[in-house]
């Protein structure tokens, strides 16, 4: 087994698609064929499901999935810290970051980092708060990003910049220029929710108890999996939503939606790092820049 056969399975495997894969690594459809029917022919076992014209991931693939990206990850990490030691910073520094921080707050970082030192490659995988959290435990990623209370020993935690939280509502909805609203009214309204694993979803149900108010008691009309899809349904008059105010502000700014008159607490965004794992000059570099 090679690391350029888990380059090119991780490619198909990301995309479904043996030629969008071949196209996105700069190599021949047969070759990239050609490596995944060697990966399935040396452990006789089938990596993909051939479906009319379509591929997609048996079990065995979604295991192995999961086993290769974390290598390939140690692979580019290593590789990084010998150019460091080299004395030429040239590389991949694996980052993942939470939804919020990844969409809002961490491009112009990244940005700047860029300029500063070109010949490093930064690849942002971006996830949830727990996702993250086992990017870093496995070795996937160097740094992780997130917003949301992380409670793992393992890991080093930085507080960087603050995040206001904000409750959301659509333009016809009871709360829209209301004023102040009481906490104690928040089961009043249905709430569009993130996933499980989110931080903003954990930072919320964090804060409903102090108002005497337990988690289990809110009616969540809908759970989605990102912060679009969560204001989208909002503006469509599915209930509130609490999100990073940075999330929203172009929907307010745009007029799509009401900022309800309900107090919440600022929160920290927090870099993520493992303690015992080699701290890069680029992954040393990129957090003292979010510093």
Request: proline share 4%.
């Amino acid at each position: 087994m090679t690391l350029e056969q888990l380059r090119i399975f991780l490619a198909v495997a990301e995309r479904q698609h043996v030629t969008r894969a071949a196209e996105a690594l700069h190599l021949t459809q047969s070759a990239v064929s050609a490596a995944i029917r060697a990966l399935e022919g040396r452990h006789g076992i089938a990596l993909f499901h051939r479906v009319g014209r379509r591929i997609e991931l048996s079990e065995a693939g979604r295991i192995f999935q999961a086993e290769a990206a974390a290598v390939l990850a140690r692979a580019q990490a290593a590789e990084l810290v010998l150019s460091e030691l080299g004395g030429v910073w040239r590389g991949t520094l694996a980052v993942q970051a939470s939804q919020t921080v990844a969409s809002y707050w961490l491009p112009p970082l990244l940005v700047r980092f860029r300029a500063l030192h070109p010949g490093v490659q930064v690849r942002v995988t971006a996830g949830n708060t727990t996702s993250v959290v086992q990017a870093l435990l496995d070795g996937v990623a160097e740094l992780g990003f997130v917003e949301g209370e992380v409670e793992e020993p393992a890991l080093i935690q930085v507080e960087l910049a603050s995040d206001q939280l904000i409750v959301v509502v659509a333009l016809d909805h009871p709360w829209a220029g209301q004023g102040a609203i009481a906490p104690s009214r928040l089961t009043e309204t249905a709430w569009i929710m993130r996933e499980a694993g989110s931080g903003t979803r954990a930072a919320f149900e964090l804060l409903l108890p102090r108002y005497g108010i337990p988690p289990a008691t809110l009616d969540v009309a809908l759970e989605l999996p990102s912060n679009e899809a969560v204001l989208a349904a909002v503006e469509a008059g599915g209930g509130a939503a609490v999100v990073s105010e940075r999330a929203a502000a172009p929907h307010l700014a745009a007029g799509l939606l009401a900022c309800a008159g309900v107090a919440l607490p600022p929160r920290s965004f927090k870099a993520l790092r493992h303690k015992e794992r080699y701290a890069s000059g680029a992954g040393r570099a990129l957090l003292d820049l979010a510093r």
